[in-house]
Structure formats: structure tokens, C-alpha cells
T-cell receptor
Framework: EAQVTQNPRYLITVTGKKLTVTCSQN?????MSWYRQDPGLGLRQIYY???????DKGDVPEGYKVSRKEKRNFPLILESPSPNQTSLYFC??????????????FGPGTRLLVL | GNSVTQMEGPVTLSEEAFLTINCTYT??????LFWYVQYPGEGLQLLLK?????DKGSNKGFEATYRKETTSFHLEKGSVQVSDSAVYFC?????????????FGTGTSLTVIP
């Protein structure tokens, strides 16, 4: 089954404790992306990647890191989480056609609470 | 820059009522436009899309037409069902030479009552 998986689905942590949220897709998609969803703000893009070893900042990259060492995986790293990073996070992937990107497929989401 | 504005919710309708959710955009050039739907506790799913002016996207009885002259992509359905209750997001993808970023609206919550 074609899917995007995220782990963990729920996470409670404390300020300053490094954490990683994993994202994996089995559709051989080149493009992967991370979003956060907050009430009243909709989805905002954090980082995206057009291919292995290629990453770009989205609208809200501060406080986050990503890496793309393999095509299928795109982990989101919070080196020193703060309470304002409490949010619902979604990973997404998409096929590329030349320089353009097709429709995105979303993971189930990771709900993060930073105390 | 690119942005999407969609109508505030929540929207509550009776079953079989007509639905319109407004979406307007600001973008450079000719972006691609999307409607995504999010059911409770789930990720977003693509509902429909349009990639050029005057295109009409349709799926599951929902429709939206890409109107360049009014920079709009309003979502419509002639007769909603209880199972349509969800949050709907309008989204835009910039043209390739402006980056492949996606921009989402704030979402409109729809509740359909029997």
C-alpha cells in the first residue's frame, strides 16, 4: 500500500530535549516536505526537499533541521524544542516532473507537546 | 508573494444543502491550485486540483474552477452529506522558477447535520 508514515504519532517532551520525528514514504517520490498545523493559521511549510541531499527552507524553518540522506526518509529534527513548537506536524511527499511537483500525499500527523 | 485566503468557518449545513467555500489567492504567474480535505484525526487528502486558468477540478461531487480574472478557486457541492463533515483547505503551489513551495489557507470546518 502506498503511504507516508510518521513516528511517533504523539510525543510529549520538555524544553531543550532534542527530538527527531521520522517520515518515510514507499512511493519513490523525489519531493518531501514538512508542515506544522496550528489553529487559525492552517498549514505552514517548514522545510522541503526536491531530492536526496537537496533541502530548502519553507515559511517557518526557525528551530528546525532536516536531512535527506535517502530518498524514502526525511526526518525532522528539533535540536532544542521550545513550547512555541507545540503543534501538529505533517510530512508529505510528491512525485516530480522535471522542475515541477505533483500532488502531495500526507502522513497521518505527529502531535507534539513541549512543556 | 504567494498567499491563499479562504472563508472563515465554521460552516454548518443541513444535509442536501448547497455548499460554497470561498478561496482567493495571490501569486506570481500561473500557480496550480488545490483543495484538500482533512477528516477528524487524519492527514490531508487531495480532493481536487486545477493547473491552469479556466480548468475545472472535480471529485466526489465537489467542483472548483480556476478563475484567473478574479484570482479565485471556490469550492462547491450541490448537495452535501453528513460524511462530508471535515476541514477543507485551499492551497497553491508556486510555479517552478519561484520554488516548489506550497501555501495553504487557514482551513474551513464544515459540519453537515442530518
Amino acid at each position: 500500500e502506498a503511504q507516508v508514515t510518521q513516528n511517533p504519532r504523539y510525543l510529549i517532551t520538555v524544553t531543550g530535549k532534542k527530538l527527531t520525528v521520522t517520515c518515510s514514504q514507499n512511493m519513490n517520490h523525489e519531493y518531501m516536505s514538512w508542515y506544522r498545523q496550528d489553529p487559525g493559521l492552517g498549514l505552514r511549510q517548514i522545510y522541503y526537499s526536491m531530492n536526496v541531499e537537496v533541502t530548502d527552507k519553507g515559511d517557518v524553518p526557525e528551530g528546525y533541521k532536516v536531512s535527506r540522506k535517502e530518498k524514502r526518509n526525511f526526518p525532522l529534527i528539533l535540536e532544542s524544542p521550545s513550547p512555541n513548537q507545540t503543534s501538529l506536524y505533517f510530512c508529505a511527499s510528491s512525485q516530480r516532473r522535471g522542475v515541477s511537483v505533483e500532488t502531495q500525499y500526507f502522513g497521518p500527523g505527529t502531535r507534539l507537546l513541549v512543556l | 508573494g504567494n498567499s491563499v485566503t479562504q472563508m472563515e468557518g465554521p460552516v454548518t449545513l443541513s444535509e442536501e444543502a448547497f455548499l460554497t467555500i470561498n478561496c482567493t489567492y495571490t501569486a506570481t504567474g500561473y500557480p496550480s491550485l488545490f483543495w484538500y480535505v482533512q477528516y477528524p484525526g487524519e492527514g490531508l487528502q487531495l480532493l481536487l486540483k486545477a493547473t491552469k486558468a479556466d480548468d475545472k477540478g472535480s471529485n466526489k461531487g465537489f467542483e472548483a474552477t480556476y478563475r484567473k480574472e478574479t484570482t479565485s478557486f471556490h469550492l462547491e457541492k450541490g448537495s452535501v452529506q453528513v460524511s462530508d463533515s471535515a476541514v477543507y483547505f485551499c492551497a497553491l503551489k508556486g510555479i517552478p522558477n519561484t520554488g516548489n513551495q506550497f501555501y495553504f489557507g487557514t482551513g474551513t470546518s464544515l459540519t453537515v447535520i442530518p
